[in-house]
Nanobody, 121 residues
Framework: VQLQACGGGLGQPGGSLRLSCAATGSIFSINVMGWYRQAPGKQRELVAL???????TYADSVKGRFTISRDNAKNTVSLQMNDLKPEDAAGYYCYAVIRTSRFSARSTGYWGVGTLVTVSS
């Protein structure tokens, strides 16, 4: 299983960026998909998660500005980031809890390679 993220880059304060992540490989089902971020010198933190039933969870710092969505048919998750703030600058990591076999109920967490978001005027 691989998670491939794209869409990072430079955004202006008050501007927008959109991140996307696609899960590929041996996938039976994906329970949870989402995004974490890690700024230099800080711990990795939750940004947003979405379940296969479209229940969402957001960090307080991004509520009302970021929107997470997923396409179950394509095994993708997206993060629309609006009203960017300098404190949003970080490496953003795609995360998914994936069941790889119909013969086992076991699910495993997978991480993608980070995509860098910079916020600067």
């Amino acid at each position: 299983v691989q998670l491939q993220a794209c869409g990072g880059g430079l955004g202006q304060p008050g501007g927008s960026l959109r991140l996307s992540c696609a899960a590929t490989g041996s996938i039976f089902s994906i329970n949870v998909m989402g995004w974490y971020r890690q700024a230099p010198g800080k711990q990795r933190e939750l940004v947003a998660l979405i379940t296969d039933g479209d229940t969402t969870t957001y960090a307080d710092s991004v509520k009302g500005r970021f929107t997470i969505s997923r396409d179950n048919a394509k095994n993708t998750v997206s993060l629309q980031m609006n009203d960017l703030k300098p404190e949003d600058a970080a490496g953003y990591y795609c995360y998914a809890v994936i069941r790889t076999s119909r013969f086992s109920a076991r699910s495993t967490g997978y991480w993608g390679v980070g995509t860098l978001v910079t916020v600067s005027s």
